[in-house]
């Protein structure tokens, strides 16, 4: 079954470190993927999505991911946190096969310490 | 950006009882319209996919019989959890979609919470 994995379930990081929350999926067909945040008491937002081209795509806020298909993985990365980046971020994925349906990797907390 | 609006944020009932939840896209007409259920500290699992005027696609493990949705206009969709149990109780969120379609852009409404005593 298709399926996303999110190794790190909680990162804690200073302000100005530089971040990176891995990101794997397993599927081998083409797909979409996506990063979505959730800011403490408020929905779901878009980071940022890849469907094709360039690797690189970047998003909002500063953030960037690599889509490396060798790897089956879609990284998400920050050169330097700020304390507003404290929320849950998810990992998501579409089939290419499979009209709008997207699934969800379990969620990586991140905390920016002050 | 797109809006989507969730009705009502927080719901608490009987065991037993049928609670209906909204989804609204405020700004924008949604063909499609999804249901997640989130538990504490973990993923969104989709529920069901619905597009307006059909029925609701489940998914394994879903029962369509308990969670019955009905998306009847193209901004509006309701999931009503029939004959609630405390097992029920979960955070659900919503989604729309403007359009059909591989990787169209899901908008979220804020979830509501849903407690069965």
């Known amino acids: 079954a298709q399926s996303v994995s999110q190794h790190n379930h909680h990162v804690i990081l200073s302000e100005a470190a530089s971040l990176e929350l891995g990101c794997n999926y397993s599927y081998g067909g083409t797909v979409n993927l996506f990063w979505y945040v959730q800011y403490p008491g408020q929905h779901l937002q878009l980071l940022l999505k890849y469907f094709s081209g360039d690797p690189l795509v970047k998003g909002i806020k500063g953030f960037e991911a690599e889509f490396i298909k060798s790897k089956f993985s879609f990284n998400l990365r920050k050169p330097s946190v700020q304390w507003s980046d404290t929320a849950e971020y998810f990992c998501?994925?579409?089939?290419?096969?499979?009209?709008?349906?997207?699934?969800f990797g379990s969620g990586t907390r991140l905390s920016i310490r002050p | 950006g797109a809006v989507v609006s969730q009705h009502p944020s927080r719901v608490i009932c009987k065991s037993g009882t049928s609670v209906k939840i909204e989804c609204r896209s405020l700004?924008?007409?949604?063909?499609?319209m999804f249901w997640y259920r989130q538990f504490p500290k973990q993923s969104l699992m989709l529920m069901a996919t619905s597009n307006e005027g059909s029925k609701a696609t489940y998914e394994q493990g879903v029962e369509k019989d308990k969670f019955l949705i009905n998306h009847a206009s193209l901004t509006l969709s309701t999931l009503t959890v029939t004959s609630a149990h405390p097992e029920d109780s979960s955070f659900y969120i919503c989604?729309?979609?403007?359009?059909?379609?591989?990787?169209?852009?899901?908008?979220f409404g804020p979830g509501t919470r849903l407690t069965v005593l």
């Open positions: 700004d924008f007409q949604a063909t499609t």
């Open positions: 989604s729309a979609s403007p359009g059909q379609g591989i990787g169209n852009e899901q908008f």
């Open positions: 998501a994925v579409n089939r290419y096969s499979s009209a709008s349906k997207i699934i």
